[in-house]
């Protein structure tokens, strides 16, 4: 079984710091790398408000891969993404039932990531840009 992007950021972490951008590595996918990206560049910027929405986790099983499926969708979030012009409320119902279709601890990731923070000690520009050179700026 796939680890959700949630549990590849968060068993990094844990590693030595001179063994993570290999793990990333072995992990790699363009979900994984969006993620990142969308967490650490400053030249990504979400039109969302700031904190936790207000959003009912999901209850089933199996999720983990959601997130490899629809990460996509994460760029109708964010400034000169997809539906420039869509209503803010529009904007912030559709962020609520993408994180309401993740695993938990990935939906509390995507939060995260749209106020600009990875939860997960250890995960840096600068080790992403060790694992994935000129990811991040």
Known sequence: MRLAIS???QQCSKLPANQRAQFLLQHDTLALRVVLQYALDPRVEFILPI???PYKP?????????LY???????NFIK???YPDMHPLKRETLFIQFIEGLCP???EL???VKDKKIPYKGI?????????PGLVS
């Open 105 to 107: 601890t990935d939906a």
């Open 110 to 112: 995507i939060c995260s």
């Open 51 to 53: 904190g936790k929405p």
């Open 80 to 82: 000169g993404g997809g």
């Open 69 to 75: 499926r629809d990460f996509r969708k994460l760029s």
């Open 124 to 132: 840096t520009t600068k080790l992403v840009n060790q694992a994935f």
């Open 58 to 66: 999901t209850e089933h099983l199996d999720q983990e891969g959601n």
């Open 7 to 9: 549990e590849i950021l």
